[in-house]
């Protein structure tokens, strides 16, 4: 193993499809049109020196260290800005070359601090490097007035900004800029004052600045400099591996000293991020080695007893041996497990094996029940196929680009900078959700041409209205129709959405946007060359989720957008591995690659595979368990990675189900709010601690990779296998590889996927029918995937949710997450993020705040039909009149104390996003809060005895 | 199992299919979405209560579940 730096080119590459061929030193090199003759230097080893030139950011050419001579042209032109022409013959070293870069050189180090050998970037500092390479020995100028004093800005938990050693390149405005589209930077000043300036001369935590750490990785020197390598030195080798964060699932290189992260820098070849990160990914991985990490086996008879730590052997045999005292004194199907997207690929697959084959019955589900499993369902029924359509480089040929219930800049922000590079382009942006979220105009350059300011829960009106001006207005691809879709099913649903009740002047009154608004929206989206819909859980959380992902499928096959680059209709994940979690058969009725149980062909299958006895009924879904553990029906549980007993609506009840179970098995890295009802803890392995998969919301099959032992001694699929083998299932597993061939040979969508392709090939998105396959970027190119090949159009009727605003609860709670906070954030706020965002705030407009008497900063009490929690407010117009907003990271907060047990019709996913409350000032915690930090408190002292006496 | 529970989720199910205009084909939708999603002890307790009582399920609901293969 070796550092193994990423080769910098200097310039992006260009994919111009015409090439030319130059000369460069006496050899002969041949690049696309418009590539830089730094690069196509670079590319055959021809290294130019240079300081203001990255190849993340496009040319710039300030510093003159690049210049080259051209044969038969005059002056020294910068490689960098000069683009190869066919012909040409360039010099890039000669005595007059190595003058003038010397003698730049030498300006730079005349006011640069000489301290290299106690310079945290001693060893990958670029300036040092160019140094070297012009062959700088002196430096004859003794300047009366340098920056040597600057003062340094360590505001930023994560990096530390030192003017002192600025050279001033622009490269971190540039990135700030270009790569990550924020403009928190800019040079402040001219001549010898020029300076980096975040925002308007601020400190980093005071400015604009999103800490996504593109600056700090674009400077060539130690002026932006990570903390983390500030205090432990260079790393000395480095693995590649996939952030444990959100649905775009970068590609990161851990850079190590020993088993130490030193960092986490977003890999160049990464094909979700093209080395971009966010600050999640990027900076918040010290979760994995923080103090509450447990990583001994705990267990104990009940939960009001304190936990006795205990060998591996013996945490298992209880667990097996109370999973089995169930089953013979309730039955089968009285237990079951939860697996989790913060589980790898290969974990999921044998968990929901041990379930199905190990307890014999099909009692498996996972978290995406309560996110995406409309999205499944929807997407399922209308192209046969439970997943989104594009990879996330189509975003760059969309000219319309609908964003519904998604907040792409705090929930996938790497993706949301690739989004708002193609806005700034050009593309035009709707947006439909009923708050202004930072895409309407709260990004530099970007503006929505559309904000559809909906009344949260009326979705399938307004999309009912998109496509009724559509089909009545003859925007319709009839080509694409006729050819790629059910055609009786178009004719029914064509006649179904020309009705009157659901034009945009009949449907204003529900959704509360103007009929103008949606008539012209649906014209921009109808009539773009290439139109592409994004969605989030603002579209699934809801009764009527799955009506929603069919009215987008709908409406995308009705224009044509499916099939081809920068259209399609694409689920943004929330975590990161929801498309894999799904793909490996964690739902209760489906068998890996959505196949349901009670398919003959499959079930003969997978019993003849496994070679077991497999059960064809579906199994219960994670709110049907709840009502089954307070019946009595359903009295063990094994979890992994998942936190039921925060993350789920109408958490009193899920409390109570958990507490009614005889036993509960939590494998995870902390004492999570669910292990707290636990029985049996079983410490987990953090996602830099094993070998596996995750796939994102691109389908995309990344490698993850173990850069450090597992604090607990195992891996969790090892765990797993051990409960397994315990219970009577062999299960014999050498390495995560087998257990992915495994999942090949019984899956056709992964049928050419492989670790060792994976590796060749850097990631592989499904479907991969074949060893010669590289995997699909874009789906139902030619056929969709239903069995007749065709699209299906379905009856998309709104029902109006149940969860009414009334005199008692007149405005309604919508929920979301923030950029700096990963969902519950077990995770974060483990982390220095909590600088950015410390607690959960109630947003409320301006006129209900008035109304209330509140301003912002007054704790105020939420109450809704199924319980109260009280939160600080903050007084926003971002949120409309009657709509209220929080986030839900932080466990004492209670979110989901008020979200009530409503869900959709045909998956069950809560209705986080409508809830009915009212909201009144309050001097002290809600009754439900004041419990819960006394259980909470209590649970921790069980678990300090439990270590204590261990 | 909660029966309320039971009831609305059913109802909710027959509300998406109620808006096929054939009954019989919407009844057959309803039907099949339990089959291929609830959990036998679901579908039992449902039935019973459809056969027992029935009155707080819809038309298009109390239809699908009056011809619920039943699971053993």
């Excluded at chain 1, 790569?179 to 928190?184: I, P, R, Y």
């Excluded at chain 1, 859980?537 to 499916?562: C, D, F, R, W």
Aim: overall charge negative; aromatic content about 8%; glycine content about 8%.
């Amino acid at each position: 193993m070796s550092i193994n730096k990423e080769q910098d080119f200097g310039t992006p590459a260009k994919t111009a499809t015409e090439s030319v061929t130059l000369e460069i030193d006496g050899f002969q090199v041949t690049a696309p049109a418009g590539t830089s003759v730094m690069r196509a230097a670079a590319s055959i080893g021809i290294e130019i020196p240079k300081l203001c030139a990255t190849d993340s950011i496009e040319p710039f050419g300030s510093c003159r260290l690049c210049v080259v001579e051209i044969q038969g042209g005059r002056g020294m032109p910068a490689s960098c800005t000069t683009p190869v022409a066919e012909g040409l013959k360039i010099i890039t070293q000669s005595k007059r070359l190595a003058d003038v870069r010397r003698g730049v050189m030498e300006l730079y180090i005349s006011d640069h601090p000489l301290d290299c050998l106690t310079c945290s970037a001693n060893g990958d500092c670029e300036l040092q490097d160019m140094a070297g390479a012009v062959g700088l020995r002196e430096v004859r100028y003794n300047p009366v007035k340098t920056h040597l004093d600057a003062i340094k800005d360590e505001s930023n938990p994560y990096f530390s900004f030192d003017p002192s050693k600025c050279i001033v390149c622009s490269r971190c405005v540039r990135a700030c800029e270009e790569t990550q589209g924020t403009f928190a930077l800019t040079i402040d000043g001219r001549g010898f004052d020029s300076k980096v300036a975040p925002s308007q001369n601020q400190a980093f935590m005071d400015s604009e600045c999103v800490s996504c750490g593109a600056c700090v990785q674009a400077c060539p020197t130690a002026t932006l400099m990570e903390k983390s390598v500030i205090d432990h030195g260079q790393p000395e080798h480095a693995i590649i591996t996939t952030c444990a964060y959100c649905g775009v699932g970068c590609s990161f290189r851990a850079e190590m000293k020993g088993e130490q992260v030193i960092r986490m820098v977003p890999h160049k070849d990464g094909k979700a991020n093209h080395g971009h990160s966010c600050v999640k990914g990027r900076f918040a991985f010290g979760y994995a080695t923080h103090k509450d990490r447990i990583t001994k086996p705990m267990i104990r008879a009940s939960i009001k007893d304190a936990w006795r730590e205990v060998s591996w052997e013996e945490a298992i045999n209880h667990a097996a041996s109370e999973l089995k005292r169930i089953q013979q004194k309730y039955g089968k199907d009285s237990i079951g497990g939860i697996t989790s997207s913060r589980c790898t690929n290969e974990e999921v697959y044998i968990m929901q094996k041990l379930i199905r084959a190990g307890f014999g019955n099909n009692n498996v589900d996972t978290c995406a029940r309560v996110c995406h499993s409309p999205t499944g369902y929807g997407l399922k029924q209308t192209f046969g196929e439970s997943s989104g359509t594009q990879d996330f480089d189509s975003v760059m040929k969309a000219d319309v680009i609908l964003v519904i219930g998604a907040n792409p800049t705090d929930g996938h922000p790497v993706f949301a900078s690739l989004m708002k590079k193609r806005l700034r382009q050009g593309a035009k942006l709707i947006v439909a959700d009923p708050r202004e979220i930072d895409l309407v105009k709260n990004s530099p350059h970007v503006e929505a041409n559309f904000h559809l300011k909906l009344r949260p829960g009326s979705n399938v009106a307004l999309i009912n209205a998109l496509a009724h001006v559509v089909v009545t207005e003859k925007l319709l691809d009839e080509d694409f129709v006729n050819a790629r879709c059910d055609v009786s099913s178009f004719t029914k649903w064509e006649t179904f959405i020309a009705q009157e009740h659901h034009s945009p002047e009949a449907t204003e009154s529900i959704t509360g946007v103007p009929a103008t608004d949606v008539r012209a929206a649906a014209r921009l989206y109808a009539t773009a060359n290439n139109a592409a819909i994004y969605y989030g859980l603002g579209v699934t959380e809801h009764s009527q989720g799955s009506t929603m992902v069919i009215g987008i499928a709908n409406l995308a096959m009705a224009t044509g957008n499916l099939g081809r680059v920068g259209v399609g209709v694409n689920p943004l994940r929330g975590q990161n591995n929801v498309q894999g979690s799904c793909d490996m058969g964690s739902f209760p009725h489906e068998f890996p690659g959505y196949r349901h149980v009670s398919d003959s062909k499959t079930h003969q299958l997978f019993e003849s595979a496994w070679q077991a006895k497999l059960s064809s009924e579906p199994g219960l879904r994670i709110p049907n368990m709840f009502e089954a553990a307070l019946d009595k029906s359903f009295m063990g549980l094994y979890c992994e990675g998942e936190d039921i007993a925060q993350s789920d609506p109408d958490i009193q009840h899920v409390h109570s189900a958990l507490r009614a179970m005889e036993c509960v098995i939590v494998q995870d890295i902390f004492l999570n709010e669910t292990a707290k009802f636990a029985h049996v803890f079983l410490p987990g392995a953090s996602f830099l601690e094993k070998n596996g998969t995750f796939t994102n919301a691109e389908r995309r099959i990344s490698p993850v990779r173990k850069v450090m032992s597992p604090l607990g001694g195992y891996q969790d699929w090892e765990i797993t296998q051990m409960l397994s083998n315990v219970l009577g299932y062999p299960m014999n597993y050498k390495h995560p590889s087998e257990i992915m061939d495994e999942i090949a040979s019984l899956t056709p969508t992964f049928a050419g996927v492989s670790y060792e392709k994976i590796d060749k090939l850097g990631s592989i998105q499904w479907p991969c029918y074949d060893e010669d396959s590289v995997g699909t970027p874009i789906m139902h190119e030619q056929t969709f995937m239903r069995d007749n090949g065709k699209g299906l159009f379905m009856l998309t009727e709104y029902v109006a949710t149940q969860e009414r605003t009334t005199r008692k609860f007149p405005l309604i709670l919508t929920t979301g997450r923030i950029l700096s906070q990963y969902n519950v954030g077990a995770q974060t706020r483990r982390t220095d993020n909590v600088a950015w965002h410390a607690e959960d705030r109630l947003e409320i407009h301006p006129h209900d705040a008035e109304d209330r008497g509140l301003k912002t900063g007054d704790w105020v009490g939420i109450t809704s039909r199924a319980g109260e929690t009280v939160l600080r407010t903050l007084i926003s117009d971002r949120v409309q009149p009657g709509v209220v907003y929080t986030t839900f990271h932080f466990p004492e907060s209670g979110a989901n104390v008020i979200t009530t047990d409503n869900s959709d019709w045909a998956t069950n996913c809560p209705e986080y996003k409508v809830t009915a409350v009212q909201v009144s000032k309050v001097s002290h915690p809600s009754e439900w809060q004041k419990e819960y930090l006394s259980f909470s408190e209590n649970q921790l002292e069980l678990l300090e005895q439990g270590i204590q006496n261990g | 199992m909660k029966i309320e529970r039971l009831i609305k989720m059913a109802n909710d199910i027959g509300d998406f299919f109620n808006a096929e205009s054939n009954k019989e084909i919407a009844a057959e939708g309803v039907k099949k979405h339990i089959l291929r999603s609830w959990d036998p002890r679901m579908r039992r307790a449902i039935f019973s209560y459809y056969q027992e009582d029935g009155s707080q399920l819809s038309d298009l609901a109390k239809k699908a579940v009056s011809t619920l293969d039943q699971p053993e």
